[in-house]
């Protein structure tokens, strides 16, 4: 399997107003990209073609300062006026994917999953589309069959079982499943996920190895820069005063943090700028507006 699917078109609601500056996609995690955790995670099975749908802000990808594009692989964007959901932007990019599977990531997820295991188990089952699922998490809305290797129900709605298993929003399809999703339309892909769980066809496999998060809300935003270990907190092209207190925060590239300013538990986004005296806790600094005062809780 050599291309995949990030979903990058979603407007980002639970994230606002982080989501106001940059799309969810682009928001960054250790001073890159969440979309950009994606492709290498994906880059690790060997994939080096990529479409990305778009909606909001979408002159923010093909800004030279993405973090998306690169000679080692291909990206092609779509953009979508209308919100056409994850039915219909799979629908719309057919032409792109041609008569070969595809590797879907969603765009707001970062994971050190063994992907290789899903598009081999994919694969190997000859079935349209194959899930990647996790035995923990909050929202358990799949169950699996005995075998936990075919999804037998979502959310109760085919009145077969309770939900076991977490989605984690990355997928394998074969072409064939295009053929499920009607053209020109809004669409979520969940009504032909449970066509094909109602004949058996929906395939699962399990990954509880590795890291997976939902950084699609500001709880777990946060929650990731404190659990993951993804390199230095404090980018070295960050300019950071001797006499400023930093305390289990990043601060990105181009930063600046004044003298005798606090920063804790904070994510400083690049040329971000502190002013002297500041005491931030809690906070995201996102805008490019410099900060000054006490600030607890708050995006900035």
């Known amino acids: 399997m050599n291309q995949a699917f990030i979903l990058g078109a979603g407007l980002g609601t639970r994230l606002r107003p982080l989501t106001d500056r940059l799309p969810k996609p682009l928001i960054p995690l250790f001073h890159r990209p969440l979309a950009a ?6 880059r690790a099975t060997g994939i080096s073609r990529f479409a990305i749908n778009t909606h909001h802000l979408p002159e923010a990808w093909k800004h030279p300062h993405s973090g998306i594009s690169s ?10 006026s209308i919100l056409l959901e994850t039915g219909g932007g799979l629908k719309n990019i057919a032409s792109w994917i041609g008569n070969e599977p595809l590797l879907i990531h969603n765009g707001d997820i970062f994971s050190t999953l063994p992907l290789g295991r899903l598009i081999d188990a994919h694969q190997a089952s000859g079935l349209p589309v194959t899930l990647a699922v996790r035995s923990e998490g909050d929202a358990k809305h799949l169950a699996l069959d005995p075998t936990g290797t075919l999804v037998a129900d979502i959310r109760e709605k085919l009145g077969r079982a309770p939900g076991t298993h977490v ?21 979520s892909v969940i009504p032909a996920f449970l066509e094909l769980a ?3 066809k929906l395939g699962a496999v399990i ?13 777990n935003y946060l929650q990731a820069h404190r659990d993951l270990d993804l ?5 070295p092209d960050a300019v950071i005063s001797s006499k400023a207190i930093i305390e289990r925060s990043i601060i990105g590239p181009g930063a600046v943090v004044e003298s005798e300013a606090e920063v804790k538990d904070s994510v400083v986004w690049p040329g971000g700028h502190i002013t002297s005296g500041a005491k931030l806790d809690g906070c995201v600094v996102f805008s490019g507006n410099k900060v ?4 607890k809780n708050e995006d900035l």
Request: aromatic fraction near 12%; glycine fraction near 8%.
């Open 71 to 80: 000679p080692e692989f291909s990206v092609d964007f779509f953009h979508e």
């Open 37 to 42: 955790w994606a492709i290498e995670a994906c």
């Open 198 to 200: 109602a004949s058996e």
């Open 207 to 219: 990954l509880d190895e590795g890291v997976w998060m939902d950084l699609g809300d500001r709880t």
């Open 231 to 235: 390199g230095p907190a404090i980018h």
């Open 167 to 187: 989605f984690t929003g990355i997928y394998c399809i074969s072409p064939e499943f295009l053929e499920m999703i009607p053209p020109d339309e809004k669409i």
């Open 292 to 295: 000054s005062g006490q600030h």
